[in-house]
Every structure is written in C-alpha cells, then in structure tokens.
C-alpha cells in the first residue's frame, strides 16, 4: 500500500468517525449540540482537522443525509421486497418510511427539515436522495392508478407519509393510531 493510499484510507476513517459522532450526538441530544467545537472534542481531533473534511455544520449534515437517505431506501426497498402483491408491498413501503423516521429522528431531520445545503427536485439532486425517492416510486408507481402520473402519486403519497412522521414525533398525533393511519392511506390513495 502506497503512502497516498494509507492517506486517504485515514481521510475517510476520520470522517466516518466525524459523521458518525455527529449522528450520535445529534440522536441523543438533537442537532443543536452539534458543534465543531463539541464535535472536535469527542473525535479527539482539533477543529481545523474538522475543517479539513467539511466546512462547517450544514455541511455535516448535509453528509448525514445522503448516508441517510441511503439507508432509508435500503429499508424502503427491502421492506417492499419482503412483501407479497401490490397492496402488502405499499403497506410494507408505509410502514418502513414511517418506522425509520420514528427511529432516526435526527437522520431524518437532516434529511427533510434542517438546512442542508443539498438540492432536492432537480438535477442538481445528489444520487442518494434520487435513489430515496426511486425507491418509493418502484412500489408505488403501480398503484398509482390509470392516468395518473407515477412520479407525481408518489410525491403525494410521500408528502402524508412525511406529514404522518412530523406530526407524530412532534405529538400532534397519538402514535397508538400509527397503524390505523397507515391503512387508511394506503386504502385511499393506492389504486388496488
């Protein structure tokens, strides 16, 4: 192994380390106790090792999110390959969407709500989120219904399952009726 490889193996362990801190603590106290400051001092790295790999905090979270927004849609995409037919597919898509927001508050955070510097909705989207948004148009797009545009169905079924997540981690809605909500989405919008 070359010099310039050992470099750049260590790079990326430091920023690993780095994102992975900043998740942690972002989970456990929320996206505010986030600092450079505390971030550097819990990787046991100066500030300006920080700066090295990310320009500051949006920038950070902006890196969460794409690594977030990959693990969704791996959730998403192996929740809606477990499922048999259309219908248990949509409800499987439903409840993964939901149950990853529900359990990575902060990633989802930084993905849909916090200033994160990326672009969404254009071409200028970074892959993961195109990939996020593709993995719920693959079990969607066909329960859209005849003449509906897929691509725009599930925008709408992803904007009430968001809906769905933000008020109920903010207590708008009782999460005992969490199932009850799904089932009535997925009864009312798919085409089944």
Do not use: C
Request: charged fraction near 30%; avoid cysteine; charge should be negative.
């Amino acid at each position: 192994m070359s010099v310039q490889e050992r470099k750049e193996r260590e790079r990326a362990g430091r920023e690993r380390l780095i994102l992975a801190t900043a998740r942690e603590l972002a989970e456990q106290q929320g996206w505010d106790a986030v600092t450079t400051r505390r971030l550097a001092e819990r990787i046991e790295y100066s500030q300006p090792v920080l700066y090295s790999h990310f320009r500051g905090k949006r920038e950070i979270i902006g890196a969460v999110a794409l690594e977030g927004a990959a693990e969704m849609a791996a959730a998403l995409r192996a929740a809606a390959s477990a499922a048999d037919g259309p219908r248990a597919r949509v409800t499987a898509l439903a409840r993964a969407y939901l149950d990853f927001a529900a359990r990575n508050p902060a990633v989802y955070d930084a993905i849909f709500r916090l200033d994160n510097g990326l672009a969404f909705a254009d071409e200028d989207t970074p892959e993961p989120l195109k990939d996020a948004f593709a993995a719920l148009l693959e079990s969607l797009g066909e329960v859209a219904g005849d003449g509906v545009d897929p691509a725009l169905f599930t925008e709408v079924f992803w904007a009430s399952l968001h809906g769905l997540a933000t008020l109920t981690r903010a207590g708008r809605l009782p999460p005992e009726d969490t199932e009850r909500r799904t089932e009535l989405l997925v009864d009312r919008l798919a085409a089944l």
